[in-house]
Nanobody, 130 residues
Framework: QVQLLESGGGSVQSGGSLRLSCATS????????MAWFRQAPGKEREGVAA???????NYRASMKGRFTISQDNAKNTVYLQMNSLQPEDTAMYYC????????????????????????WGPGTQVTVSS
């Protein structure tokens, strides 16, 4: 059973940075896709960034340039570096995995669709104050 656990959330002031981590366990083989989502109170969950096993990436247009997704395969960990944070970035951030995942996912329009991911972490809170 694949398990995901996020860490690195917290409170920062506007313009600050945070790096989120997602530690994975229970994964043994297969082509995977990993993604970060976020959900603010009263809003729908939205995709932030995704990455597949070979390092192909997909970003939500409004986050590209501020957020960077990366992975360390040796540590089974996926990261989300968030810079120039703004109050509107305040949300619960979730790590998600889809195993197995199609090799064209990052080039498709479904890379950041929550319904395409079958494993989820409990989330980590990010709060940005002005």
């Amino acid at each position: 059973q694949v398990q995901l656990l996020e860490s690195g959330g917290g409170s920062v002031q506007s313009g600050g940075s945070l790096r989120l981590s997602c530690a994975t366990s229970g994964y043994t083989y297969g082509f995977y896709c990993m993604a970060w989502f976020r959900q603010a109170p009263g809003k729908e969950r939205e995709g932030v960034a995704a990455i597949d096993r070979t390092g192909n990436r997909n970003y939500r247009a409004s986050m590209k340039g501020r957020f960077t997704i990366s992975q360390d395969n040796a540590k089974n960990t996926v990261y989300l570096q968030m810079n120039s944070l703004q109050p509107e970035d305040t949300a619960m951030y979730y790590c998600a995995a889809d195993i197995p995942c199609g090799e064209n996912r990052m080039r498709s329009g479904q890379a950041l669709a929550p319904s395409m991911y079958n494993y989820w972490g409990p989330g980590t809170q990010v709060t940005v104050s002005s």
